[in-house]
């Protein structure tokens, strides 16, 4: 990218769009722009081809069948593997976190191909479904405070060798296998269950994201006071009793 621009991908928002997840691309457009970006946003539905000149790709969740057909057809594409081999950024959320995976299992019950860009694996959980808010302690490598957000879903994760965990939960299930971690990452790919959308609750997400695309270690200061508003309101609503 230029010194002054950014190409953000949005992907398939026709099937993995789920619980506002779109949201994510308004505050990484937003929060760009706010600093003096130019920031060019491509929607591709899953119809069109994926381009591999984008900075930051961002998937959302979706439901099961429309994930099993959106693994298809970015496997069949290939662009967003070749666009992380040229350094771009991926931000994942739920299906879309699974998707980018080793393997999940899809609507059918059968195990599907992921596309390989995170060491993790996805399988059915047989207990109760993982919803609910979620307070998370991200990984100190990454120098982000406390996450919030919202999950549901069914899926069990499992992180291979060279995965890291995204963060750890102080509340909620995360990668639903008991041992506390929350999403994934590895280099410049991210995956997580939380929704919110998470952007929104967590702007510094955002701002991570932009600092990797511009290889810098620190952003021009904006108004952050809504989304610390924001912020603070659902961690409070989340550690209120019943």
Request: hydrophobic fraction near 35%; include cysteine; charge should be negative.
């Amino acid at each position: 990218m230029s010194d002054n621009s950014l190409r953000l991908v949005w992907v398939y928002p026709d099937l993995l769009s789920t619980y506002g997840d779109q949201g994510n691309a308004l505050v990484v457009e937003r929060r760009a722009r706010q600093r003096g970006l130019d920031v060019q946003r491509v929607d591709v539905r899953s119809d069109q081809p994926i381009p591999t000149s984008g900075d930051i790709y961002l998937i959302g969740g979706g439901e099961d069948r429309p994930q099993r057909l959106a693994a298809e057809r970015l496997l069949r594409d290939g662009g967003l593997e070749r666009a992380v081999s040229n350094g771009a950024i991926v931000f994942s959320v739920c299906a879309g976190y699974q998707i980018l995976g080793n393997e999940f299992v899809n609507d059918m019950g059968e195990r599907q191909e992921g596309l390989g860009l995170l060491d993790v694996v996805t399988v059915r959980g047989e207990g109760e479904r993982c919803v609910g808010d979620v307070l998370a302690d991200i990984d100190p490598r990454l120098n982000l405070p406390q996450l919030t957000g919202f999950e549901n879903h069914q899926g069990v994760t499992h992180l291979g060798p060279t995965a890291r965990p995204f963060a750890r939960v102080s509340m909620g299930r995360g990668n639903g296998t008991g041992d506390g971690t929350e999403g994934a990452y590895n280099d410049t790919v991210f995956g997580t269950y939380m929704h919110g959308p998470v952007m929104a609750r967590n702007p510094q997400i955002a701002d991570l994201l932009l600092k990797l695309a511009l290889d810098v270690n620190a952003l021009p200061p904006i108004d952050d006071r809504w989304y610390e508003a924001l912020r603070a309101e659902r961690i409070a609503s989340a550690t209120q009793p019943a």
